[in-house]
């Protein structure tokens, strides 16, 4: 069995949690550090990208350490430790983190399966033949920076019918995991993570209908015009285009994995505060 272990960088704690299980896991188990965890243990170390090739990731820290550890493990199931404040996405609780990825790592070398649930992703493409990364919380299109007068032209169709245009600094369609995230700070509403549901949200619009909740199956396009070039951004990572643009947003066929146990929804909502 092969396991990846992706730290928060800079974090201490999270460098000497990921010792500590590294430490604690069979012989027989092979485990493969992020780069710079590794090189704050001095050890070898491993490209997050890499990490599909392992059977499990555990991800030591906030949401952002889980996000960015989901970017390389495709189809394997994350094990989410929280050391974070809120942690929606992390379910374990740091002073539970070895024993329970040891159980973890027990019940996969005999029934060779990890329990998980399937979290939907995003992609966005353009007309320039261009992608990003599927996003586990959200798709945003925006112009080339926030504020008054900064932002962009749009039209907002969902399966080929209008739903709004205006001018604004953006337009963002959440996943549920990510209603918690950037969606909630621009106004959107909060999604149970077993919703079957998207979230489009207009940023700073000078007039803007409520956000809308549609099907999960959705096609969105975002047609923006009105300035020299904008921004895609996917969870983290940024893309630039050249005006007019239409930037299509449906589920990516390939979701996240998230390895039991999951975080609790509502516990985390009493964090929010």
Not at 91 to 115: C, H, L, S
Not at 123 to 151: F, K, Y
Not at 177 to 187: C, D, K, P, W
Request: charged fraction near 25%; proline fraction near 7%.
């Amino acid at each position: 069995m092969r396991v990846g272990i992706v730290a928060q960088k800079g974090n201490s704690r999270a460098a000497v949690l990921a010792e500590r299980i590294r430490e604690t896991l069979p012989e027989e188990v092979t485990v493969r550090l992020d780069d710079a965890t590794a090189r704050r243990l001095d050890e070898e170390g491993h490209p997050v990208e890499q990490m599909d090739a392992c059977d499990l990731v555990v991800s030591i820290g906030g949401d952002g350490t889980f996000l960015f550890a989901a970017r390389g493990a495709g189809p394997t199931p994350i094990l989410g430790v929280n050391l974070g404040e809120v942690g929606f996405l992390n379910g374990v609780a740091p002073e539970d983190a070895v024993e329970t990825v040891e159980a973890v790592v027990a019940g996969y070398r005999e029934t060779d399966t990890i329990p998980s649930r399937e979290v939907p992703r995003l992609r966005a493409t353009g007309e320039g033949d261009w992608s990003v990364h599927p996003a586990l919380n959200e798709i945003v299109v925006q112009g080339p920076q926030r504020g008054h007068g900064n932002g962009l032209d749009y039209e907002v169709r969902v399966d080929d019918r209008v739903f709004t245009a205006g001018r604004g600094d953006g337009v963002l369609v959440s996943t549920p995991t990510g209603s918690t995230a950037y969606n909630l700070s621009e106004g959107g509403p909060l999604v149970h993570p077993d919703a079957d549901a998207l979230v489009i949200t207009e940023m700073c619009a000078g007039e803007s209908m409520p956000p809308l909740a549609v099907p999960s199956d959705s096609v969105v396009e975002v047609r923006a015009d009105g300035a020299a070039f904008g921004y895609v951004s996917s969870d983290s990572t940024r893309e630039r285009f050249e005006t007019p643009e239409t930037v299509t947003v449906r589920p990516d066929p390939d979701p996240t994995r998230i390895a039991e146990p999951s975080s609790d929804f509502f516990q985390a909502l009493g964090k929010l505060d």
